[in-house]
């Protein structure tokens, strides 16, 4: 039988099934925090990535569809990041149109300039999760994003980095407290992980540690104060955040 870390708290389960771990290990793992697993050299972030989103959005804005032609990137900033179980702290004078972005992340593992479709996948080191939350209102109203989605702690990442992955048996699903708001297949992008680095690498360098956050599905909902927001893909685990408001 196969029991969670957390579940060995009960003195009686870790008896039963854990004699080969000391029980003061155990309780120093479930006390143990799980920072930010990596502090990015350069934050990179795909936008309109998915084609269902793009539909959906554009139906929303009763406008025409148009999926993107190529594969931009943008930027995030690190002072955003947090990590698993840290709060999402929405500022005071935030609307209430803050929402969340479930996001693939990939982690770059060797320099890459130039890469190519034969080359490109041995240059990530692996997989994590990310939330890009965005405050819709000064998204659409300032010049730049720099507050919408670079405000401190608006960037939850983690729990951790997976390095072996099967990206066409992934799946996106994102809860909040505990009810599922959007699943969407996490590989179904209309530029894939190679299209995106290979185009990057045509103009700039990527380095070790650097992160390209590949974009969301679904049309995102509102979170508020009190809410819990979990974002889960399958073959790397859950990150989950609280919401605070100032």
């Excluded at 936008?47 to 148009?66: D, F, P």
């Excluded at 819709?136 to 939850?156: E, G, H, I, M, V």
Aim: net charge neutral; with cysteine.
């Amino acid at each position: 039988m196969t029991m969670k870390i957390k579940e060995l708290k009960s003195k009686k389960l870790y008896k039963e099934y854990a004699l080969e771990i000391p029980y003061s290990d155990v309780e120093e793992l479930i006390n143990t925090k799980i920072l930010i697993p990596i502090i990015p050299k350069t934050f990179y972030a795909v936008g309109v990535n998915y084609i269902n989103h793009v539909n959906k959005m554009a139906k929303i804005r009763g406008v025409k569809s148009e999926p993107p032609n190529s594969p931009d990137v943008g930027y995030r900033a690190n002072n955003a990041l947090i990590a698993n179980n840290e709060p999402i702290i929405i500022p005071k004078d935030a609307t209430k149109n803050v929402q969340y972005e479930g996001e693939l992340v990939v982690v770059i593992g060797k320099k890459a300039k130039n890469l190519t479709q034969q080359n490109v996948w041995e240059h990530i080191f692996g997989y994590t999760i990310g939330n890009d939350v965005s405050e819709r209102n000064w998204q659409a109203k300032d010049r730049t994003l720099w507050r919408a989605k670079n405000s401190d702690t608006f960037k939850p990442m983690g729990p951790y980095i997976e390095t072996d992955v099967n990206l066409d048996d992934m799946t996106t699903i994102v809860k909040i407290n505990k009810e599922v708001k959007d699943q969407f297949r996490t590989n179904d992008m209309i530029f894939g992980i190679s299209d995106y680095l290979c185009n990057m690498t045509k103009y700039l360098t990527l380095y070790p540690g650097d992160v390209v956050w590949m974009g969301t599905d679904e049309v995102p909902k509102n979170i508020k104060d009190g809410d819990i927001v979990e974002i889960e893909i399958s073959g790397i685990g859950t990150l989950s955040n609280p919401v605070i408001r100032e």
